[in-house]
């Protein structure tokens, strides 16, 4: 922890708390990162939705990143969202970069 806080919870639960949502910021962008690329590279007869779905979807976890984050801080510990840190923390496998069909596997 590196700020202090009003939030009555024991100094090592909190930091174990940082970890676990830090780990799921890291997480949460990298998928918002990864349905990002999707989006820009989606092509076929399904185009258009696929388009706006995934769009849609990195939308929703921007605001979630932003929640994972505030929490992180309201705690005392400092939010970990750096493209950098992203990379190397989440567990999230990467998105092939040769799927570009919607109905890839169908």
């Known amino acids: 922890m590196?700020?202090?806080?009003?939030?009555?919870?024991?100094p090592q639960v909190r930091t174990q708390v940082i970890a676990l949502l830090n780990q799921s910021l890291a997480n949460t962008l990298d998928l918002k990162t990864q349905a990002k690329q999707a989006h820009w590279?989606?092509?076929?007869?399904?185009?258009?939705?696929?388009?706006?779905?995934?769009?849609q979807i990195a939308s929703q976890l921007e605001?979630?990143?932003d929640t994972l984050a505030e929490r992180v801080t309201a705690?005392?510990?400092?939010?970990?969202?750096?493209?950098r840190t992203v990379a190397t923390t989440s567990v999230i496998a990467e998105f092939p970069p040769d799927i570009t069909e919607g109905r890839v596997g169908l």
Do not use: C, P
């Open 41 to 55: 590279n989606v092509k076929g007869a399904n185009f258009l939705q696929l388009h706006e779905l995934f769009d």
């Open 2 to 10: 590196k700020h202090s806080t009003r939030i009555d919870l024991d």
């Open 63 to 65: 605001g979630y990143a």
């Open 75 to 83: 705690l005392g510990g400092v939010a970990l969202g750096t493209a």
